[in-house]
């Protein structure tokens, strides 16, 4: 018994590594080019001790040339593989064709094309494959080829790249013939591939997970139109096939704890099904988990409708592939895929909980529309208009219109002494109408943030809190001013201290709250924008410092007490008052230059602020917009 029971293991062990990819790769993996080995095995992350070269550095339209798969030292062997040719320029996807071979080694598969896509019929070990491949008619540009080599059931490269080949057009190549010059001969001082560091993380132009977006699978990325560059810091893929789905999902940005994706019947993440993707001790799996709405988080659910195909976590990107049910039914609620449309809720955040996931303080965007996840589309983000709008009222009213009233309010009372306008002095006028505006601005932003968010704000930041407050204070000073008392009313000094103190502090508190705005996920701003806010305070300190110093020096030359802060009007003098308004102070002049200085710079910082926060994420965006100029 002994005896069969160890013949029986080495048959199984042999069958185990004869086992990978018997008849090749089927044709449901084109455009992931990922073996569906059992037990979720992941890809090797090392450099790939394997090598695709074609023969020909460039190519006219419509020839052919021979590309090779082969090790980068002879005595490797490879059982597997499935290789494509990949257009590197738009329009991106598998182009060209392969021409069958005599040997029957191999065999050819149609991937959204004829006979592009090659790959082997017997997992027999190979030192090298030869096959022939042939340009397209109709296209012009750089091309990669792609492929998956298995060196055996455990251990798989996926994602293996050529040097480029330049497809130019027709005629503007000799034929390929033999082996070009180009090809990188045998090195016999290259290391072994088990000596091979770990390759860095980097985001390629040919990732395999945008192939087949639109086409074969419904994509979803971020930040805005990173499914057309290809350049994606998060993204979500939904494969149909049958009733079986396949979401993929994939996050190097910031280095996330997780990245999630889910399902939804609006555009809010409250009441709805989400997969998360967690790395955990080396490896990563993927669990099920219902958001709730009060109170806002994610609570585990069991994932038996969720199976890890494949995953993988390296240099903080995380990837994995997830197969779930066409139905399910959870907290009571039916999620059939084949028949309704979903939004897609793509998040990933910086923490975990012991119960799930943190909150999604990296990024967070719903698509901006539902679809059936049967008809493969691109999602683009649901609209970011409000937001937008929110940070530049905000930023307007307390970096611009509320920073020039209160400098006017404070230094200006005794310029412009004799000049009108409305009936009103003209310190007092332009005071009113800065503050007037700051108010408008401070009320229209608020209304709107709360009208997208639909309530408290989910986000573990003070920015809310402080808001909230800064609100509050704003609100109150038109209505404490409308009740002012006389000039010559005792009540007065008290009047003058208490606006004097409600303004300031709700100026400080909005320059504080704009600081933490810059650390929320919606936001999408540059943490350097911190320092044009340092460079906005300090401005605003240094120019209140030049004034008051201006302001002791004209008290001093009028003969007049001098006091830390040009405030005579706190507790006004009745004796004073009539000679206070003959005529302007002394260096009035110099306070008009500081002004128009002052005020010009503020507008300067202001609209360097509202373009960085329209613009969110404002890096994206510069590239965007040199691409288009650049073509």
Known sequence: MLSFGLVFAIFLAILHLSHPLPNGAPESVCFSLMPFHGGGIAPQTTITPFRIQPSASVIGQGQTLRVDIEGVTPELTFGGFMLQARSVAPP?????????????????????????TITHVSPQAKRRISVEWEAPQDYVGPVVFNGTVAQDYGHFWVGIESEPLQIVPRGGAPPPSGISTTRRPFSSTRPVYESIQPAQSKILSTDMIYDGCGVTKSCFGIPDNCLETRQCQAITTVTARGERFFFELKSGHMNPAYIAVGLSMDDKMMDDSVIECVPEGGAVNVYASWTEARPYNAVRQPGGHL?????????????????RDARTTIMGKTFDLLNNEYYLLLASGESLRNTGIGFHSIMYRPTSRSARLTDPTNFGAASLLLYRLHGAFM?????????????????????????QMCDKDMWFAWHRIFMVSTWILTMA?????????????????????????TTILCFLQPIGAFFRPHPGSKNRPFFNWGHWLGGNAAHILAIVTIFFAVKLPRADLPEWMDWILVAFVAFHVLMHFVFSIAGCASDRASGQRITAFPMTDMT???????????????????????????IT????????????AVLAPIETSVTQISSKITN
């Open 92 to 116: 991106y996807g598998v182009i060209g064709r392969f021409n069958p071979t005599s040997d029957g080694l191999v065999k050819l598969i149609n991937c959204n094309g004829q006979e592009n």
């Open 307 to 323: 199976r890890l195909q494949n995953a993988s976590f390296t240099d903080g990107v995380i990837y994995c592939n997830v197969e």
């Open 395 to 419: 930023l307007i009213a307390w970096i611009g219109t509320a920073s020039a009233g209160i400098l006017i309010a404070r230094y200006f009372k005794q310029t412009w002494v004799g000049r």
């Open 445 to 469: 932003g608020f209304i709107i943030i709360f009208v997208e968010v639909q309530g408290w704000s989910r986000a573990q930041n003070p920015h809310a809190i402080l808001g909230l407050v």
């Open 572 to 598: 006004p003098s009745r004796s004073s008052m009539g000679s206070e308004r003959k005529q302007d102070a002394p260096y009035s002049k110099f306070r008009k230059i500081l002004l128009g200085l002052y």
């Open 601 to 612: 710079i503020i507008i300067l910082f202001v609209i360097a602020l509202v373009v960085i």
